[in-house]
C-alpha cells in the first residue's frame, strides 16, 4: 500500500491506497471506529485486493492523523471528501465500522452522488431521534467513565469489550497501545459532542448492509443495529462468532458477506 496524507488547517489526516491492476475497478473506502486505526481491516486487504481500489484511512485524533484540531463527523467527512478528490475517485463503497460509521453517514448525506453503497460494522443510526432520552443521557457519560478507568485497565477492557478472538483481541490492543490515556479519553469525549448534533436521519440513496456480530455486548450497539434496520428496511446480518470488531473476529465469515452483497446488490462482477 501507498500511504499519504491531506492537509487542512485542522491537522493532517492519513490514508493508504490499494491501487487495482484495472483502473475501473470499483473502490472500497474502509473507516475504522473509536480507540482503532487502519489496521482493523488488515484481514480484508488480502480478500478484496483482487477485485477493488481499497482505501484505508486512520480517522482525525486515531492512528498517524493526531494531532487534531475541532474534531466533528461533518469534519472528518470533509477530509474523506478531499482524499477521494485527490485519489480522483468519484463514486465509492463506504464501510464504516462503529463511529465510522458517522463518518459515513454524515458523507452520504453531503454527498450522496458519490456513494454506491454503505456497509456498517456494529454501527448505529447518525440521527438523535433513533434514541430515547434516557439513552441519549446514558450515552453522554461515557466518555466520564472511560477517563476513570486506570490506564492499562482501559486499554485492556476496551480491547475486550471489542473483541472476543485471540486474533482479534490482540488486533484490537495493539491499536488502542500505540494511543496515550489522554489520547483516548480526547477521542471519546469530542466524538460523543459531535454525537448528538445530527437532528434529521441519514436517509440512503444507495444499497445498505448492517452487520453486527453474535456477541457484540458493548452497550446498546446490537439493539439499535436492530432498531435501525426495522425502521428502515436495510438488512442486518449478524455475524457468528464474533463480538464489536465483527470483522475481524470472525473475517472469513465477514468477507464473505460483504462479497455476496456487493455482487447481488452493487452489480459486482
Not at 492512528?63 to 465509492?92: N, T
Not at 431521534?129 to 477517563?147: C, G, H, N, T
Request: net charge neutral; hydrophobic share 40%; aromatic share 14%.
Amino acid at each position: 500500500m501507498v500511504g499519504k496524507l491531506v492537509s487542512s488547517s485542522r491537522g493532517a489526516t492519513y490514508y493508504w491506497v490499494e491501487q487495482n491492476e484495472k483502473p475501473d475497478a470499483p473502490c472500497i473506502v474502509f473507516t475504522h471506529g473509536i480507540a482503532a486505526n487502519h489496521h482493523l481491516f488488515d484481514k480484508q486487504l488480502p480478500y478484496f485486493k483482487w477485485g477493488y481500489h481499497m482505501i484505508f484511512w486512520d480517522l482525525p485524533l486515531h492512528g498517524r492523523s493526531r494531532p487534531y484540531h475541532e474534531f466533528s463527523f461533518a469534519h472528518a467527512a470533509e477530509d474523506l471528501k478531499a482524499i477521494l478528490d485527490r485519489e480522483q475517485m468519484e463514486k465509492v463503497i463506504l464501510i464504516g465500522h462503529g463511529i465510522g460509521g458517522y463518518v459515513c453517514q454524515e458523507f452520504a448525506a453531503q454527498w450522496p452522488e458519490r456513494v454506491s453503497a454503505f456497509l456498517g460494522i456494529g454501527a448505529m443510526p447518525f440521527g438523535i431521534p433513533f434514541y430515547s432520552a434516557a439513552d441519549l443521557k446514558e450515552l453522554r457519560r461515557i466518555p466520564m467513565f472511560v477517563k476513570r478507568l486506570p490506564e492499562t485497565l482501559l486499554r485492556t477492557s476496551l480491547a475486550k469489550r471489542h473483541a472476543q478472538t485471540r486474533y482479534g483481541y490482540h488486533n484490537a490492543l495493539a491499536m488502542v497501545e500505540q494511543m496515550s490515556k489522554r489520547e483516548i479519553v480526547n477521542a471519546f469525549s469530542a466524538a460523543y459532542a459531535d454525537r448528538f448534533t445530527r437532528e434529521d436521519v441519514v436517509e440512503f440513496q444507495c444499497p445498505v448492509l448492517l452487520t453486527i456480530g453474535a456477541m457484540d455486548y458493548a452497550g446498546k450497539i446490537a439493539e439499535y443495529c436492530r432498531i435501525w434496520s426495522e425502521q428502515t428496511g436495510y438488512p442486518m446480518h449478524v455475524i457468528p462468532d464474533a463480538s464489536h470488531n465483527a470483522n475481524a473476529d470472525n473475517f472469513d465469515a465477514f468477507n464473505d458477506v460483504v462479497n455476496k452483497f456487493l455482487h447481488r446488490q452493487v452489480n459486482i462482477k
